[in-house]
């Protein structure tokens, strides 16, 4: 069945540093590709999102590139800022047997920015 | 923001007694779901609806029930609550047309 591996945390970075989270899938046909942000005592909000190949998500900074070729969707910011530390989800589009949507989510990776 | 509820929003009860928690939508919208959250095992899927009287299991249905008689409200039960159940509970919804889904704030549940 579909999947989603996404990289372990805390990641822990210095104010204005580069990131990536690292997101990689196993699915079958062309699925959906989601990330989710969730900042202290709240729930998730969508941060970005990629419907197709090659497609490209980006919001607030945060950029990620639907790759068909490596069966990847990671997050990159180039400068983070304190305000972006939060635990990061990647989502994956799937199907039950009767073709209702879910989606399939990673362990979520937690981000911590220091100023 | 897409009207989404939860009530209670922290609750403390005792092995053994019922929970209910409420999830309540505004905008009419098909798909609701029920997630727990526990650290560690990020957010997994406890039940789904994709209408009314429409449900179906998660991968943790055990233990939980659920119920939609109408379309803006989804209730989950905890029949007999267990300290495994303590958890942070997300409801959300699906968008027409769409993978996406939306999230509630929230209900922290403490079983003693």
Redesign the interface.
Known sequence: GNSVTQMEGPVTLSEEAFLTINCTYTATGYP?L?WYVQYPG?????LL?ATKADDKGSNKGFEATYRKETTSFHLEKGSVQVSDSAVY?CAL?DL?A?N????I????TSLAVNP | DAGITQSPRHKVTETGTPVTLRCHQTENHR?M?WYRQDP??????IH?S?GVKDT?KGEVSDGYSVSRSKTEDFLLTLESATSSQTSVY?C?I?LKGS????????TRLTVT
Do not use: I, M, T, V
């Open positions: 959906s989601f709240e729930g998730l909000q969508l999102k989800f589009s039950d009767g209702n949507r879910k989606l989510w990673g362990l979520g | 798909y779901y560690g095992h990020g957010l997994r899927l789904y994709y179906d997300f959300a699906g993978y996406e889904q939306y999230f509630g704030p929230g």
